[in-house]
């Protein structure tokens, strides 16, 4: 697929440059048809909500602004280092993500066929 993305949601990851850079956060969600990803505590803008109906209240709020998954690498859990996504097969026929650094299995994308 041309649009996928190289982290899924639930991943932790490190900005690589922007003002961002270096900073580390959870992937939040996946935006694929932009490449973008929102990740917490990245790109926050402050708005400034008015009031909808009397229940609601007004003031300011913080929220991720989607950022380009380019700018992103995955942060392995197990070595703690930024680091490329490679797959493999495991024994039992699933197929996983893998840490290109320390080979630790990352997350099983799909369970053994049949
Ligand atoms: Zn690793």
Known sequence: MKNKVHVKKGDNVIVLNGKNRGKKGKVLGVLPAKRMVVVEGIN???????????MQQGGLIRQE????????????NKCDSPTKVGKKFLEDGSKARVCKKCGEVIDIISETKD
């Open 65 to 76: 602004l989607p950022i380009y998954a380019d700018k992103v690498m995955l942060v392995c």
């Open 44 to 54: 926050i803008v402050t708005k400034h909500v008015k009031p909808k109906n009397q």
